[in-house]
């Protein structure tokens, strides 16, 4: 197998873009991405887009023309991808298997999401196809249900407070304002979580990702060519790897971990030989604030059950144990498609050192998590500056 | 909208009405909704009809205040995973019950009650919620 590194990535800024539609945000998107590269639009093979839910949330599918159609980039194959919240994940993956593969030299990996264009309860309905249609949002589930659900659990065995969950949500604003492509640019506090209102007891509005629009793009590129072409910038994407579990919450073996996260994670360190204290920097997938105790814990970095304090004790925070989040995480913006590939985006920025007020001391490796649903899809990449 | 789609409905008398399930005589685990394939033995397991028991206990629980539509009316409300005697979890809104007795660990028992009306197109759709049993 071939290795893949990034070597150009385009990210418009998260938030409500009333004034700009899904295909303006893939162009702005793609064009930085290819200008960042340094490449001829020309020059790339295929696509890989990553989209959860345009069908609910703006009436069109077929995603993938649509990309290429408006990058003036046909006839070359382009292919939607849809893994829920992992689709830009699985979208990247997708693209690093077809350059490993021999397949191709040079591909771009988008992931979009347009959200605002609905009323807030039409888009919570088009989420809610993330989970199980039949067996929980038949019942009234929503994504913030399903999600306390767990929180509950992990309070009642562990001891968790929604004070060390609210912390979650403290660092990833803190983070997110040093970060221009955020929703959000305001710090918040605990206090400010714990009033704001319950969405599903015991998690609140603050413990919430929001809903957002946004476009991400990365090139790939093997390695080999990549050095050849003397990109210096490039980032080496090391492991890839991705696990499936139950679609309903009602199907996992439990309720405080997600064993896709656990399983895809432990394949990437066997196949890196590394160990989670050699991981500088986490973009892990905090759609809500019980999901970042649970992925520190199950992606090695805490024992389970400690997350919570970790977090209180701000192990977590920006150059600590592990920075975890530098981008402000889902927290400040998650258009679901997106998101995925602005993760390896962000680590992409920290690796080469760019990241600004927000960059991690000596960051040398980089971990993507990026998770579907409730925990029925996750996605880990590990890379490092080659 | 799928909630209220008439063939979906009919399907699913027989699960949203009285809990039917299945069973893998194979490695003797039961299954609500039933399956079509034992997700433990695939192709060597043998699956049978089988109701599930109409009781179970709390594994965890939420109350929701931001509904999603069709349920807008209906905050706040509550949702539970329930472990049911035969060690299948459901899913389920638990109604009639004092908020301080629903917990972890609280028995309860099935009920028949209207879900959603969502579609005014479609049926009004009927299933289970469940009541603390005090
Ligand atoms: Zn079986």
């Known amino acids: 197998m071939r290795s893949v590194s990034i070597i150009g990535t385009g990210l418009t800024k998260f938030g409500e873009h009333w004034d700009k539609s899904f295909r303006e945000l893939i162009a702005e998107a793609g064009v930085k991405a290819i200008e960042s590269a340094k490449i001829e639009g020309k020059t790339i093979e295929a696509i890989y887009g990553g989209c959860m839910a345009s069908g609910r949330l703006i009436g069109q599918e077929h995603i993938g023309a649509l990309i290429a159609d408006q990058l003036g980039l046909n006839p070359i194959p382009s292919t939607r991808v849809e893994a829920a919240c992992a689709s830009g994940g699985v979208a990247l993956r997708s693209g690093i298997l077809a350059i490993s593969s021999g397949t191709y030299d040079i591909v771009a990996v988008g992931g979009i999401e347009k959200m605002t264009e609905v009323s807030t309860e039409a888009a919570s309905f088009a989420l809610g196809g993330a989970g199980d249609q039949e067996t929980e949002l038949f019942h009234g589930a929503t994504f913030p249900s399903l999600y306390a659900l767990m929180a509950r659990r992990h309070m009642e065995e562990f001891g968790t407070t929604e004070e060390q969950m609210a912390m979650c949500s403290v660092q990833a604003h803190k983070n997110g304002v040093n970060n221009p492509h955020s929703q959000f640019q305001r710090e918040i506090t605990v206090e400010d979580v714990m009033q704001s209102g319950y969405v599903a007891s015991p998690l609140k509005l603050l413990d919430c990702s929001p809903i957002t629009d946004g476009a991400a793009t990365l090139i790939l590129c093997e390695t080999e060519k990549a050095k050849k072409m003397g990109l210096e910038n490039a980032v080496e994407i090391i492991a890839s790897t991705q696990a499936s579990d139950s679609l309903a919450l009602t199907g996992r073996k439990s309720l405080t971990e997600m064993a896709a996260t656990k399983i895809a994670v432990k394949e990437a360190y066997e196949k890196t030989k590394l160990e989670p204290k050699d991981i500088d920097l986490v973009e892990l997938h905090d759609c809500f604030s019980i999901a970042n105790i649970l992925a520190i814990e199950d992606l090695g970095f805490f024992k389970k059950g400690e997350g919570g304090k970790a977090v209180e004790k701000g192990k977590t925070s920006l150059n600590s144990e592990i920075s975890v989040n530098p981008s402000g995480g889902l927290k400040c913006g998650h258009p679901v498609g997106a998101t995925g590939v602005k993760q390896a985006i962000e680590i992409f920025e920290q690796l080469n050192g760019t990241a600004g007020k927000r960059q991690v001391k000596n960051a040398k490796i980089g971990m993507a998590h990026n998770v579907g649903g409730s925990g029925a899809t996750a996605v880990i990449h590990i890379m490092k500056k080659t | ?134």
């Not at chain 2, 809990?19 to 609500?32: A, D, I, R, V």
């Not at chain 2, 043998?46 to 594994?59: M, Q």
């Not at chain 2, 005697?85 to 209207?114: C, H, M, P, Y």
């Open chain 2, 1 to 134: 909208m799928v909630h209220n789609a008439l063939p979906l409905q009919w399907r699913k008398y027989p699960e949203r009405y009285y809990l039917k399930g299945n069973y893998c005589e194979n490695c003797k685990t039961s299954f609500f909704p039933q399956r079509s394939i034992c997700p433990n033995c695939r192709r060597k397991g043998k699956l049978v009809e089988k109701d599930t028991p109409f009781t179970g206990k709390i594994v965890s629980w939420t109350e929701v205040s931001v509904a999603p539509f069709g349920f807008e009316n209906e905050t706040p409300y509550f949702l539970a995973i329930i472990e049911m005697e035969n060690k299948a979890k459901i899913l389920a809104q638990i109604v009639d019950s004092k908020k301080e007795k629903i917990k972890t660990g609280a028995r309860v028992t099935k009920k028949f009650r209207k879900i959603s009306d969502i579609d005014p197109e479609g049926a009004i759709a009927y299933g289970y919620k469940f009541k603390v049993v005090e």
